[in-house]
């Protein structure tokens, strides 16, 4: 007997370290037979018992008393039956069996939120998002259907933890309104779990929301020490284009098209090869503007630019119709020394945001292949 003991033994032990390598599915029955661990469990949204019967689950808890999934259950069933008084008392026990055991915490949260016991939904939720991320596009929907205001969340449903919290801030940026948004923001990175990838999405999606002089806080909030004089009196950010480039609309974006290479030095310089006619409008930055008078300038000089069309910046409303901002620099062609160009321009009522563009257009003359080279030092945008 003793022998046979030991090989049950065994071959419960192999079949958990097994486990570890290739995760049982929510299909999976092995766990069924008593033959994972807690941790191993199949994560999924909710667990569908096999039998609506509360007496086949009563037997059940009998010859298995000490089983987290199965008080789980008795509590699912008794909720489907319409006594949530009765199943209340089972859920507290699933909990307090399997604290770790996401699928238990998922079926007790869907019951205090039905049942409108939101502490405990809370503290569950926010376990769950703590030890697994398989959940939190679950958790979060439901907050947002069933939950308080989100100020309430904070630190509470959602964990005072990196991953979370980061985790609810990019499905806020799809599903929550501005105010969502700023609240979660402040938490963010108050707390210091923000980077540069999140805070350069959130100005995004306030900037395609037309909140653009709140983006533009923000991101010179974010900046640190780094803003300079941006926002105040500058309207464009990392002027000198000293820093590396950010994935805001508050900050240079730069697309590299083969025959033009770009380096940073002293601000930037774009070297045309002389292998193509290129229309080039690939760099450019998004800056808040209000109902006014603007001047832009530029610090450049060239070198050898060859063609009739050559390097300028123009200026544009970015989000409304075409038309109301248009304005350009002079063209830079040939050898120029170290000099500014400038162009002002009107700002009307209903634009928040212009798009500042350094341009080259095709040129329709024989000598069309563009070579040399232009170098931008720096640019200025204020307001007069």
Not at 41 to 67: C, F, G, Q, V
Request: with cysteine; glycine share 6%.
């Amino acid at each position: 007997m003793k022998l046979v003991a030991t090989c049950i033994l065994l071959i419960t032990v192999a079949f958990s370290i097994t486990l570890d390598f290739a995760k049982p599915t929510p299909e999976s029955r092995i766990c069924d037979f008593g033959l994972c661990r807690s941790d191993q469990l199949p994560t999924k949204a909710s667990y569908n018992p096999k039998t609506t019967s509360i007496r086949e689950m009563t037997l059940a808890l009998k010859r298995d008393p000490a089983n987290a999934l199965i008080w789980a259950q008795c509590g699912e069933i008794l909720d489907n039956h319409g006594d949530e008084t009765r199943a209340d008392a089972y859920f507290r026990k699933a909990v307090e069996l399997g604290p770790n055991v996401t699928p238990v915490l998922m079926d007790a949260v869907n019951h205090d939120l039905v049942v409108n016991q939101m502490e405990e939904a809370f503290r569950n939720g926010s376990r769950i998002l703590s030890l697994t991320p398989d959940f939190d596009s679950v958790l979060f929907g439901l907050y947002d259907a069933l939950g308080p205001e989100v100020s309430a969340l904070l630190g509470t449903a959602i964990p005072t933890e990196r991953r979370a919290a980061n985790s609810w801030m990019r499905w806020l940026l799809n599903h929550g309104s501005e105010t969502e948004l700023l609240d979660s923001w402040n938490w963010v990175a108050r707390n210091k779990f923000a980077d540069d990838d999140l805070a350069g999405k959130l100005t995004w999606q306030l900037w395609m929301r037309g909140s653009t002089r709140e983006a533009a806080g923000i991101w010179a909030d974010w900046m640190g020490a780094d803003r300079g004089d941006y926002l105040n009196p500058e309207l464009i950010a990392n002027r000198h284009f000293a820093k590396d480039f950010q994935n805001s609309p508050f900050d240079w974006k730069l697309e590299q098209v083969p025959s033009v290479q770009a380096t940073r030095n002293d601000g930037i310089e774009f070297v045309f090869s002389g292998t193509e006619n290129v229309s080039f409008a690939h760099l450019s930055q998004f800056p808040p503007v209000a109902p006014g008078r603007y001047r832009f300038s530029a610090v450049v000089e060239s070198n050898g630019i060859t063609t009739k069309q050559c390097p300028k910046f123009h200026i544009y409303n970015a989000q409304e119709p075409a038309g109301r901002v248009d304005a350009a620099t002079p063209e830079v062609c040939g050898t120029t020394p170290r000099h500014t160009i400038a162009a002002a321009f009107t700002v009307p009522p209903g634009v928040n945001t212009v798009a500042v563009r350094l341009e080259r257009q095709r040129s329709d003359r024989i000598d069309n292949r563009i070579e040399g080279s232009f170098k931008v030092h720096e640019v200025s945008l204020r307001r007069q």
